[in-house]
T-cell receptor, first 112, second 117 residues
Framework: EDQVTQSPEALRLQEGESSSLNCSYT??????LFWYRQDPGKGPEFLFT???AGEEKEKERLKATLTKKESFLHITAPKPEDSATYLC?????????????FGKGTKLSVKP | GAVVSQHPSWVICKSGTSVKIECRSL??????MFWYRQFPKQSLMLMAT?????????EQGVEKDKFLINHASLTLSTLTVTSAHPEDSSFYIC?????????????FGDGTRLSIL
């Protein structure tokens, strides 16, 4: 069964304290892995798509990496405005086209 | 770019009422729209996929007669929760994509919080 597990469930950082969020996945065949940011009461906001192991993408203080079993979202020198829930999702080759399998998310809090 | 608008953002209604939720892609043509449901502290769960002009494809366990989906144009899809009951209370989120390719990421609306009394 295709599955996505994110850890930790919650993460508290001080402003400027870099860290990483983990997304482990089990999928029959990976079409793509997606990272989204979700603010309270809002829909997810697209951040990155990663397609193959070894790929990396960056956006401001965020950098996403991908291996055959997991993805990391590295946050460098975070600011309070980076506080949100970060969602990881995979699109599997065997599933319905477009079907994203989401993890439960990591809730990030950055204190000034 | 890639803005998806969902309306209403919040609905409270009595048991037995039918509720319609609209999802619009504002600045792109969405050949495919998706409807998700999210319970507190749980993952987003796909309910159905709709392609413009054709019948929606429902995920296993989702009642198609309960959750009516219409995708009449390339910018509008609607979800109607028929005869809603308290167990239907949840956060419903739509997403839209310009295609089903992995190169076309889904862009999400801000969701509708549905509370059935």
């Amino acid at each position: 069964e295709d599955q996505v597990t994110q850890s930790p469930e919650a993460l508290r950082l001080q402003e400027g304290e870099s860290s990483s969020l983990n997304c482990s996945y089990t999928v029959s065949g990976l079409r793509g892995l997606f990272w989204y940011r979700q603010d309270p009461g809002k829909g997810p906001e697209f951040l990155f798509t990663l397609y193959s192991a070894g790929e990396e993408k960056e956006k401001e203080r965020l950098k996403a990496t991908l291996t055959k079993k997991e993805s990391f979202l590295h946050i460098t020198a975070p600011k309070p405005e980076d506080s949100a829930t970060y969602l990881c999702a995979v699109q599997a080759r065997g599933g319905s086209q477009g079907n994203l399998i989401f993890g439960k998310g990591t809730k990030l809090s950055v204190k000034p | 770019g890639a803005v998806v608008s969902q309306h209403p953002s919040w609905v409270i209604c009595k048991s037995g009422t039918s509720v319609k939720i609209e999802c619009r892609s504002l600045d792109f043509q969405a050949t495919t729209m998706f409807w998700y449901r999210q319970f507190p502290k749980q993952s987003l769960m796909l309910m159905a996929t709709s392609n413009e002009g054709s019948k929606a494809t429902y995920e296993q366990g989702v009642e198609k007669d309960k959750f009516l989906i219409n995708h009449a144009s390339l910018t509008l899809s609607t979800l109607t929760v028929t005869s809603a009951h308290p167990e239907d209370s949840s956060f419903y989120i739509c997403s839209a994509a310009a295609g089903q390719s992995v190169n076309q990421p889904q862009h999400f609306g801000d969701g509708t919080r549905l509370s059935i009394l």
